[in-house]
């Protein structure tokens, strides 16, 4: 017989990452959060000095204005439109696998610096998309020097990305059992009653999954900003990741970017323990009551 | 695109009446009729990248079209030689002395303590489980300027270890997480076969376990080429010499220097970034899906 602790032995590498990458890190950007570290000198205790100053910090509130409405607005468009797409393709449709396949390029390409850098050139001012607006005879739109355009731009490119959403939906839908729709058919019910009360409620968990998945990602949207906007303009697409990122490595304000950091944090924890809670009220799970 | 067999066909449909019939032909041909166009919506920019990175400089910003009216090379001559000492050549190099051991550290770290989850119990399972998923959730954003506090102390910025480092030590808890998964749908029966005959739980891993996990650790494999081909953060964070950056960094790098005039070197240069992980990509599809499917994904 096995020593019982020989489970243990095998995820020796997992506990020691856990430890040493992420839960220190953890605690230690939490401490950071309380100090003036500069990188040079040792950390000085300044107690709540950091978020005193982020709360008359109009960069800061800017920056957090910016971010919550990149992800409202991000967040339900791309899981709507993954969601349309995947309920189209499971249509018992032909080529399904072609079109789930272009579908999914995006997201494999999305995250990629090449992809931001083609995002500046096709909605420059004489970019692609312009042209395209001119000669459906449309007025062309400046897409990035305007505050709202330009966070919406930076929103299309994420929602572009939709693909990996949709292909868990799309293997979610494919799970649904088929003699439900034919159950509810005999009884008389439309295709879209069959779509609101049979599948919706039997995917609950899919769309779930989804949206923590793209929150916390939505939330820590980088490059698109860094490369495309670069913040602007009047620091309309300055994410918090942004800010941070220049408070840590341009100004090594190491505490002060650990309080942004740990408000960013807060902010997803809050949103994803209203997600878990309302979860109970809306994401149906079959016949199992514990998950 | 192998996937045509998909059942057209499924249900065998009672005698349909030709008003129906017409109806289902109008639904299928809107169908695929708006699946089309949104599919080509979307792809349009990748095509016309390619297209573009040929052209002049004039041209790029005078036409639509896919097919350049004057084709050149320029753009991949003098994009390859970039402004720095170094070729693209040099960048892409880098990009690959990154992906390799970060791969293969994945793997063998995520299956190691994947068969820990899914083929022991030992005390603390439960809570340790939790930690996983935890982590999966956890915005690295929190726990970055420690890490970099950590590897600035151990003398590693600028080079490699910090992103080779936490890969061997399961650094992306999805990977685990998909693994475990796979491992709970394959039975049992053969582990325990080679039990009875003496192995022990180390040879059942290598030569029953991984044997069977070959296909998600492909998946693994692609899925951490992909996201270390477009990591731009990290990169940007840990490395300052222009002679080891990645093409990520590079590519940024090019943008800060040439975009005023030189537009057809970026574009040709982002074709070139995105060429490895494309051609990845259809040659192995299905792992790709396999893997979102399985173990739902990010990205």
Redesign the interface.
Known sequence: M?S???????????????L???A???L??LY?SFTDYN?IQSPVWTGLDNFRELMNDRTFMKSLRVTLLYVFLTVPLKLAFALF?AV??N?????????????????????????A???R??F?D???VN??LA?LGLEPINWFGDPVNALFTLSLLRT??FG?AM??F??ALQAVD?SLY?AAAIDGASKWHSFVHITLPLITPVIF??L??QM??A??E??GP??ITGGGPLKSTYL??LY??DE??KNFN?GY??AI??V??LI?MAL?VVAFWSSKKWVYYAGDKRS | MTDLATPAIANPVPAMSSEELRAARLSAFVRYSLLTIVGLIMLYPLIWLIGASFKTNSEIFGSIGFIPQDPTLDGYRKGWETSTPYTFGRFFWNTFLIILPKTIFTAISCALVAYGFARFEFPGKKILFASLIATLLLPNVVTRIPQYILFRDLGWLDTYLPLWVPSAFAGDAFFVFMLVQFLRAIPRDMEEAARVDGANSLQTLLYIVVPMLTPALISVALFQFMWTMNDFLGPLIYLSSVESFPVSLALKLSIDTTEAFDWNRILAMSVLALLPALIVFFMAQKYFIEGISAGGVKG
């Open positions: 096995e019982r602790f020989l489970g243990l032995a095998y995820l020796a590498p997992y506990l020691i990452g856990l040493i990458f992420t220190i890190p953890f230690g950007s950071l990188l797409i189209i393709l249509y018992r449709l032909r080529a399904i696998g072609f079109f789930r396949t272009a579908y999914y390029v995006p997201s494999i390409l999305g995250g990629s610096i090449a992809v850098v083609l995002w050139y096709i420059a004489a970019g692609l042209m395209v000669g572009w990305q990996s292909v868990i799309l293997a088929k034919e999954f989804n923590i998945m916390v990602q939330f820590q980088f490059n860094y490369v918090l990741p941070i990122y840590a490595f190491m970017a650990s950091a740990w960013l944090f997803i994803t």
